[in-house]
């Protein structure tokens, strides 16, 4: 069996952070007079911390020196972080621990490509930590996505090429970023925002074993797409 690198993005895919991302930046958003939305915050998904405050400022039309914008960046920081300290294996999404079981029985890669600089922190509360070969967070990227910085770093820790890994993704930004690296991509969400994927599921719970198989055997991108169809 072909081994393949499956590379995951760790809000909305592996835990739902998202919502406590939103709650957080509402808060910093209101606190500035600023207008925030769930529709505002889908676009803030896969990208960030200072990509998304300077969204929001934006959105809001408000300037600021980089002090009190390196103060804002760390109170929403400290309030998400109130947040995940509660963190349970409960909180994990349906699918992911059978899938990664899966994949370390089958004798596959498994990294984590994420914009959160709090992605090591998430997976140990969780208990998932032990199953990464490597993580690739916002500690160790220049450039965030659509830029595929943090995929190639990924498939470059498994010791992969690029056009050998897989990426899961809920944020537009993420599948951007993984068709760029030439990779596998599948959409964890809605196909009306991840038409851009190569395969779009509900979550990781629907992805069958008979699927997952196709998936590692794929010779190419291109051949994974024709042959789903």
Avoid at 3 to 29: C, E, N, Q, R
Avoid at 106 to 115: C, E, P
Wanted: with cysteine.
């Amino acid at each position: 069996m072909t081994t393949k690198g499956f590379i995951f993005d760790l809000d909305g895919v592996i835990v739902d952070t998202a919502k406590y991302h939103f709650l957080a930046w509402k808060d910093l958003a209101s606190s500035l007079g600023i207008p925030f939305t769930e529709a505002q915050n889908e676009q803030l998904k896969g990208v960030s911390r200072v990509e998304s405050l300077n969204k929001i400022l934006t959105w809001g039309n408000v300037t600021m020196n980089p002090e009190q914008f390196s103060s804002l960046m760390n109170e929403k920081n400290k309030a998400y972080l109130t947040f995940i300290d509660q963190m349970t294996e409960d909180e994990i999404l349906p699918g992911v621990v059978h899938l990664l079981d899966k994949l370390l029985e089958m004798g596959q890669k498994i990294a984590l490509g994420s914009a959160s600089k709090n992605a090591k922190l998430i997976l140990e509360k969780v208990n998932l930590l032990g199953y990464f070969d490597c993580i690739v967070d916002g500690n160790h990227v220049s450039k965030a996505k659509p830029d595929p910085e943090v995929f190639l770093r990924g498939a470059s820790g498994l010791g992969l090429e690029a056009t050998q890994c897989v990426v899961f993704e809920d944020a537009v930004a993420g599948i951007k970023a993984a068709n760029a690296a030439q990779m596998i991509s599948i959409g964890i969400g809605k196909s009306e925002y991840l038409y851009e994927a190569d395969l779009v599921l509900v979550g990781l719970d629907h992805l069958s074993d008979v699927l997952l198989t196709h998936v590692i055997n794929a010779s190419s991108k291109n051949s994974f797409k024709i042959n789903i169809k």
